[in-house]
T-cell receptor, first 113, second 118 residues
Framework: GDSVTQMEGPVTLSEEAFLTINCTYT??????LFWYVQYPGEGLQLLLK?????DKGSNKGFEATYRKETTSFHLEKGSVQVSDSAVYFC????????????FGKGTHLIIQP | GAVVSQHPSRVICKSGTSVKIECRSL??????MFWYRQFPKQSLMLMAT?????????EQGVEKDKFLINHASLTLSTLTVTSAHPEDSSFYIC??????????????FGPGTRLTVL
């Protein structure tokens, strides 16, 4: 079956540091890939997505590229802020998001001023 | 827009009782809603897919008689944990899909319900 593996946290960085959160996947078909973010006390919010190989999703300074050859969808941001502190989930789904999603375990990101 | 609410946010019950959790899409109609379960430091696991007006589709290993799902309207789905036991204690999260045909299709997630069974 489908699965998603992402780096374990917590990840602690200083403000303005470069961020990479690794995510790799296994899937039988050609899934869409997603990054969700969860702030304390809130529901998951879609951060960005990519629906096919070589697509780059971007939002709020975050970006991730769908790499079929390495089955990866790493999340990056050039300069993190304290407000980026949250839990980040990598996920995949068939049907462009219309089907149930398969999630990674989540990475807790802590940004220190 | 695109807000999904869950009620209650937290519930504690005795073993053997049933608990109902509501998931509502507040400002859009959702033909499909999903129920997930999350254990501490684990990923969200899809339990079932619920389509308005039809029976839910359960993932392998999820007991349909244990976790009753009703999707009676385009804005409400309910999950009832029947005869709850301590091993059912978990964080339950729903999502609602605002589907194709609109300019933006995406799953919107509720804030989750923490169930503790004593």
């Amino acid at each position: 079956g489908d699965s998603v593996t992402q780096m374990e946290g917590p990840v602690t960085l200083s403000e303005e540091a470069f961020l990479t959160i690794n995510c790799t996947y296994t899937a039988t078909g050609y899934p869409s890939l997603f990054w969700y973010v969860q702030y304390p006390g809130e529901g998951l919010q879609l951060l960005l997505k990519a629906t096919k190989a070589d697509d780059k999703g971007s939002n709020k300074g975050f970006e991730a590229t769908y790499r079929k050859e390495t089955t990866s969808f790493h999340l990056e941001k050039g300069s993190v802020q304290v407000s980026d502190s949250a839990v980040y989930f990598c996920a995949l789904g068939e049907g462009g998001g219309a089907d149930g999603l398969t999630f990674g375990k989540g990475t807790h990101l802590i940004i220190q001023p | 827009g695109a807000v999904v609410s869950q009620h209650p946010s937290r519930v504690i019950c005795k073993s053997g009782t049933s608990v109902k959790i509501e998931c509502r899409s507040l400002d859009f109609q959702a033909t499909t809603m999903f129920w997930y379960r999350q254990f501490p430091k684990q990923s969200l696991m899809l339990m079932a897919t619920s389509n308005e007006g039809s029976k839910a589709t359960y993932e392998q290993g999820v007991e349909k008689d244990k976790f009753l799902i009703n999707h009676a309207s385009l804005t409400l789905s309910t999950l009832t944990v029947t005869s709850a036991h301590p091993e059912d204690s978990s964080f339950y999260i729903c999502s609602a899909f605002r589907g194709a045909g609109l300019s933006y299709n995406e799953q919107f997630f509720g804030p989750g319900t923490r169930l503790t069974v004593l």
